[in-house]
């Protein structure tokens, strides 16, 4: 049996319309017509979502049923599965590449800045617009999305101690460096500026994963809603 007939078939089981299913689902009514139809595939969350709904498993929905005749030049649903997951990898690496060149842009910008168009006169000036406001602002907002994209799993948490590194060397690569290029002494860089910048990347990450949470816990409950309901006669 194609996956579309199993589609249909698990859903009919439920007693559950394509109305009913599109709606729980958060689709259109066309797309699932467009999937049992097999028009088009479901996305893996569709799928988890649907054996779910449908309340069967997720093995019955996707284990290919052996035929007598195969039929190389057609593409499986399993096929498709490999293919879009590795897309989403694709995509999910390149939105981690993205986010920190933003922020080593803005980084570099920063420190440029100061070099190359800020007078003797204008320390006091760069610090309150690129120290205390652009650099906390933009560790924050990249940290909130590397949370919101799950940017790296698990591991996005050690880019805590990167933002704070970077947000530490900020002054130490301006103020410090020019201070000791004037007076030729070394000075180690100012070390509290480390857990600043740690909390603020902290904080973005934080609040970035909650909201990630709230939108899948929000996605899932018109599937559980539709689950709990009794089938249609």
């Known amino acids: 049996m194609e996956i579309g007939a199993k589609l249909r078939k698990a859903r009919t089981d439920a007693g559950l319309s394509q109305e009913k299913a599109a709606e729980a689902l958060g689709v259109s ?9 097999e028009k088009t595939y479901p996305d893996i969350v569709s799928v988890v979502r649907m054996s779910d709904l449908y309340a069967v498993s997720l ?39 993205i986010l920190i060149v933003a922020y080593l842009v803005i ?12 007078e003797p006169d204008d320390a006091m ?10 650099m906390p602002v933009t560790t924050f907002v990249i940290a909130l999305l590397m949370g919101k994209t799950d940017a790296f799993g698990k591991w996005k948490w050690l ?8 947000f ?9 460096v020019a201070n000791m290029t004037a007076f030729h002494v070394f000075r180690w860089p100012d070390f509290p500026a480390l ?23 929000k996605a899932a409950r018109p599937v559980e809603d539709a689950a709990g309901k009794e089938p249609a006669e």
């Open 107 to 118: 980084w570099v910008f920063s420190v440029l800045f100061f070099w190359l168009a800020t």
């Open 59 to 97: 093995d019955h929905l996707l284990k290919e049923e052996p035929t007598v005749k195969q039929q190389p030049a057609k593409q499986t649903y399993l096929d498709y599965l490999e293919e879009s997951t590795n897309i989403v990898k694709s995509k999910k690496k390149q939105t981690n590449v």
């Open 168 to 176: 530490m060397l900020v002054p130490y690569s301006t103020y410090s």
């Open 29 to 37: 009514r066309q797309t699932v017509s467009n999937w049992e139809n």
């Open 125 to 134: 000036g760069y610090g309150l617009i690129f120290v205390w406001l652009l």
């Open 159 to 166: 880019w805590i101690l990167f933002f704070g590194v970077m």
């Open 195 to 217: 857990p600043i910048g740690a909390a603020i990347g902290a904080a973005g990450l934080g609040l970035g994963t909650l909201i990630r949470r709230a939108q899948m816990k």
